[in-house]
């Protein structure tokens, strides 16, 4: 019976990687135009298809994704394999989410010249430019709508100032990313001893 029991979760554990490798293949396979692409994709297959992860958990992943190195699709996945199955989820997320950029990236290498002057392939292109610039907009809306449902003063505060010292004043991603962390983590250190003082007021 004790070895049925181990065998269960090990077959649980391998139907999981099995779907998240192709899951991830999938996506990074049909991510054209930037990272930000595929965070629309991400939601659909991650939040809404397969229920592994939560709307609150899905802004915070593309928060820790865009704030790290690397590629948003990578970290990503990552993150996701991270949680669902540990070290090894990171594996096969990672390798599901390179696999099509370089195999793909390594075609359009070898056949360069044949893509860059070829009328077919730049009007193709420019009809998918204008398709990833829908699917931008509707991330940035779902990404708003996620934390204006926090229904905090100062986070809305911080996503309109962050978009205004971008936008306007052309102040560097980077600086703007660690200013918002900064804030973050004054505010959750406030509200930890906010709450402690509390508690032992009421003890």
């Known amino acids: 019976m004790s070895s049925m029991e181990n065998e269960k979760p090990a077959q649980d554990k391998r139907a999981i990687l099995k779907k998240l490798f192709f899951s991830t293949l999938y ?11 595929i965070v629309s994709l991400l939601k659909t297959k991650f939040v809404d298809e397969l229920h592994w992860i939560d709307e609150n958990e899905m802004l915070d992943l593309i928060a820790i994704a865009q704030s790290s190195p690397g590629a948003i699709a990578v970290n990503g996945a990552i993150v996701v394999g991270y949680k669902l199955a540990g070290m090894t989820g990171i594996l096969f997320a990672i390798l599901g989410a390179i696999l099509p950029p370089f195999v793909i990236i390594t075609a359009i290498s070898a056949f360069y010249t044949a893509f860059k002057e070829n009328f077919f392939i730049q009007n193709m292109l420019s009809g998918m430019r204008a398709g990833v610039g829908a699917v ?22 911080i996503m309109i100032g962050a978009f205004l010292a971008n936008y306007y004043f052309k102040i560097n991603v980077i600086l703007i990313i660690l200013l918002t962390a900064l804030i973050g983590a004054i505010r959750t250190i406030i509200s930890t001893k906010k709450k402690a003082g509390s508690d032992s007021n009421a003890h």
């Open 27 to 37: 996506l990074s396979t049909f991510t054209f135009g930037g990272g930000y692409v």
């Open 136 to 157: 931008i907009i509707s991330v940035v809306y779902d990404m708003g709508r996620g934390v204006a449902k926090l229904r905090s003063l100062i986070l809305i505060l």
